[in-house]
């Protein structure tokens, strides 16, 4: 038996004040979604938005459906928030005592979407002309005011909700807030961090595979077609991509984050890529193998990532699922069965 403090350093427990999750190693999650409701109500209600022609007060949040949650793994944050609000406001135009009603919707506020490409919708209660001119000048000049303020909520999930999700290591305890987060929104682009993944290049990691075996209500070609497609993948992507599906052509999308090069393409049947999360260190690739197989009454597909970081395996699977199948079921009606 070895003596204390002389054994594999991976099975000894650091020395920490709180004893808990040490090396951040567990799965630990934290519920935002009281914290989110109240947060959007801070940042909205009674808030007045000045305009050039016309003035409105926010004045309260009549829904907020949805949630938010943040899970540690490993080190690494995985943020998820999906809202639908609805807001009521008054308002009246420059000159005119008629007071105007009505409400403001945002019915995606998600990780999938940037705060600029969040939807904000206005409507008035009454069809008036004094209504008309106020919804007008809030849907020109106060959608920026509003999307600055969703921009607030994000931030604030992200770093001030979050504080305490990662423990600092015995020899950080005091590092003057210099310890760099590790931040995933899915597959879009990390926000507010610089990239370390240029870092020790040259060291090997440590890599792991990651399969699914999945069954979809569409032909081969459907499917095949969704994921080489450069207008099939925007819609599902739900943003711009750059896809030339031939041996050796590159592919990026979901803003830049994730990208690669087409090895091997088989119409219907087969397609291979090297493919890699812009998280990852510079230059490493996992290879992606898609196996397509069309049965009598669906589509059978065969996945196989291999190469994937050490600690990045369970993030990766969670967005394969939510960005990539069930989106595609979401956005074709492929009926994907899990």
């Given at each position: ?35 989110s409701k109240d947060k959007i109500k801070s940042l909205f ?37 999906e809202w639908d609000i609805t807001i009521s406001w008054t ?248």
């Open positions: 038996m070895a003596k204390w403090g002389e054994g594999d350093p991976r099975w000894i427990v650091e020395e920490r004040p709180d004893a808990t999750n040490v090396n951040n190693w567990h799965w630990t999650e934290k519920n935002a979604n009281q914290w209600v009674n808030r007045e938005i000045e305009m050039k022609t016309a003035k409105v007060k926010l004045k309260e949040i009549e829904k907020c459906e949805g949630e938010a949650v943040i899970n540690n793994r490993k080190g690494k944050l995985i943020f998820f928030y308002g009246f135009a420059s000159g005119n005592d008629t007071v105007v009603e009505g409400k403001i919707n945002i019915p995606n506020l998600s990780e999938e979407n940037s705060v600029d490409e969040v939807e904000v919708t206005i409507t008035i209660e009454k069809n008036t002309t004094e209504g008309t001119h106020v919804k007008e000048c809030l849907y020109s000049e106060g959608r920026s005011l509003i999307k600055e303020k969703l921009g607030e909520y994000v931030s604030s999930l992200k770093e001030e909700f979050s504080q305490g999700m990662i423990l600092p290591k015995k020899e950080e305890g005091e590092d003057n807030g210099k310890c760099v987060k590790s931040i995933t929104a899915g597959f879009n682009r990390q926000i507010g961090l610089d990239q370390v993944s240029n870092n020790n290049k040259n060291e090997p990691i440590n890599t792991t595979n990651l399969d699914f075996n999945l069954s979809f209500m569409c032909a081969a070609e459907q499917f095949y077609d969704a994921l080489t497609n450069p207008d099939l993948v925007k819609v599902f992507t739900n943003g711009p991509v750059r896809i030339d599906a031939k041996k050796g052509g590159k592919f990026d999308m979901f803003g830049g984050n994730i990208n690669g090069e087409f090895v091997e393409l088989v119409p219907n049947k087969k397609i291979v890529k090297k493919w890699r999360n812009n998280s990852w260190k510079a230059n490493h690739y996992s290879t992606v193998t898609i196996s397509i197989e069309q049965r009598s009454d669906h589509t059978q597909v065969i996945f196989k990532q291999t190469g994937i970081p050490e600690g990045e395996e369970d993030a990766t699977r969670m967005n394969w699922n939510r960005y990539y199948w069930e989106a595609l079921k979401r956005t074709f009606g492929f009926g994907l069965i899990l």
